[in-house]
Structures are given as structure tokens and as C-alpha cells.
């Protein structure tokens, strides 16, 4: 019998967020492995652990070492399909031994927040990396949803598209904690947005 990686997307956050199925993967989990924050909110006593940091080759060992004797549900934020452990997973593993449980991504839930469709809009990421500039281009009624981080907060990315030939007074949606108690979404200008609710770690919207 070969053992299974069970790849898991929690979600933004929030348990009522996560899809049946993936909840029932990691409650029935022998092995599970996620982020310091993931395994405190839902692993349970008995089960083993590991916490996903800096070390990816540390992660992947674990898991190959525990893929011997039991199946391992890695619980990932989001959906695994985007920007997650996923990709580093496939370059380890065969496609044969990863299962993959959707989630819903934070991309997803800001723009259900806001009422917005998104089949049209480009997704960009600013979180570690840099999109390159022929993909931030300004057309009128264009829209962009983005990842942030540290570096590339809200405030500096809000900067960075006025710099590129964004209209100034294009509508940016800063969401931030999103489905948790704290959540907050603030709607501002382009140029309002460089100096207001400056944040990290967040999706940002902007409508061309």
C-alpha cells in the first residue's frame, strides 16, 4: 500500500471557512503537518506533528520519512493551488502520492467581500516577489487583486502602481484579517491608499 499526501487548504482562517472534507482529513490524520498557526488552531492530542518554517528541505524530509508508515495531511492557508507548499511538494513527491483538498483562497473571500466578480481580473502576487512591470499595466476598468508582504505593504504597492501610470483616484480595497472577528476592509483612492490604512500581509484590490 503506498501512503498519501494529503494536501488540505484551510481556508483564510477561520474554521467555518474550511470545506468538509478537508476538516475531515485532518481530524482523522495520524501525521500533519502546517504552520506554527495552522497546527495550533486544529491539531488535536495524538497526533503527530510537524511545523512548516524557514527549512523546506527539513518539511520534506519529514514527510518522506513519514509516507513509510502513514499517510500525511499537510495543511496549507488558502487554497493549495495558489502560492502554497503545493509546488514545492511536487517537485519532492510523485503526482501519484499527493491528493489535493481545495480551499478557498484569500483571493477568492476578499473579493466575494466586496461584491465584485473576478473572472476578469488579473492575480498578482507581491508577497516575496515582484511582479514584472508588463503585468501591472493601466487600462481603464482593469482590475487587479494582490498579495502583499512586509516589504511590499499596501501603502508602498499603492506607490508602486502610481509610479507604473495608474490613475491616481483608481479604487483600491485594502482587506485585511479576513473571516476572523477583526476583519477589516477599507475602500480608498490609489493616492488616499499610499498614506491610510497602511498594511501588511493583506489582499489588495484595485479597480482600474
Same mark, same amino acid.
Given at each position: 500500500m503506498e501512503f498519501k499526501i494529503i494536501v488540505a487548504g484551510?481556508?483564510?482562517?477561520?474554521?467555518? =471557512?474550511?470545506?468538509?472534507?478537508?476538516?475531515?482529513?485532518?481530524?482523522?490524520?495520524? *501525521?500533519l503537518v502546517g504552520g506554527s498557526r495552522a497546527l495550533a488552531d486544529f491539531a488535536r492530542e495524538g497526533q503527530k506533528t510537524f511545523a512548516i518554517k524557514v527549512d523546506i528541505k527539513a518539511v520534506m524530509n519529514f514527510i518522506g520519512e513519514e509516507l513509510k508508515q502513514n499517510d500525511v495531511v499537510v495543511i496549507v492557508s488558502g487554497d493549495p493551488g495558489y502560492y502554497s507548499l503545493l509546488s514545492s511538494l511536487r517537485k519532492n513527491f510523485s503526482i501519484e502520492q499527493i491528493k489535493v483538498i481545495p480551499g478557498l483562497s484569500s483571493m477568492q473571500v476578499a473579493f466575494a467581500k466586496i461584491a /465584485?466578480?473576478?473572472?476578469?481580473?488579473? /492575480?498578482?502576487?507581491?508577497?516575496?516577489? *515582484?511582479?514584472?512591470?508588463?503585468?501591472?499595466?493601466?487600462?481603464?476598468?482593469?482590475?487587479?487583486?494582490? /498579495?502583499?508582504?512586509? +516589504?511590499?505593504?499596501?501603502?508602498?504597492?499603492?506607490?508602486?502602481?502610481?509610479?507604473?501610470?495608474?490613475? +491616481?483616484?483608481?479604487?483600491?480595497?485594502?482587506?485585511?484579517?479576513?473571516? =476572523?472577528?477583526?476583519? +477589516?476592509?477599507?475602500?480608498?483612492?490609489?493616492?488616499?491608499?499610499?498614506?491610510?490604512?497602511? *498594511?501588511?500581509?493583506?489582499?489588495?484590490?484595485?479597480?482600474?
Open positions: 484551510i481556508g483564510p482562517g477561520a474554521r467555518e =471557512y474550511v470545506v468538509p472534507k478537508a476538516l475531515k482529513a485532518i481530524e482523522n490524520a495520524k *501525521v /465584485l466578480p473576478w473572472q476578469e481580473a488579473s /492575480l498578482l502576487s507581491f508577497h516575496g516577489r *515582484v511582479p514584472k512591470d508588463e503585468d501591472l499595466v493601466y487600462v481603464k476598468g482593469r482590475i487587479i487583486g494582490m /498579495l502583499t508582504d512586509n +516589504k511590499f505593504n499596501s501603502g508602498r504597492i499603492a506607490e508602486y502602481l502610481i509610479e507604473r501610470g495608474w490613475d +491616481k483616484n483608481a479604487r483600491a480595497y485594502i482587506c485585511s484579517r479576513l473571516s =476572523y472577528p477583526d476583519e +477589516k476592509i477599507a475602500c480608498l483612492s490609489l493616492e488616499e491608499a499610499q498614506t491610510k490604512e497602511i *498594511v501588511s500581509h493583506c489582499v489588495m484590490i484595485v479597480e482600474g
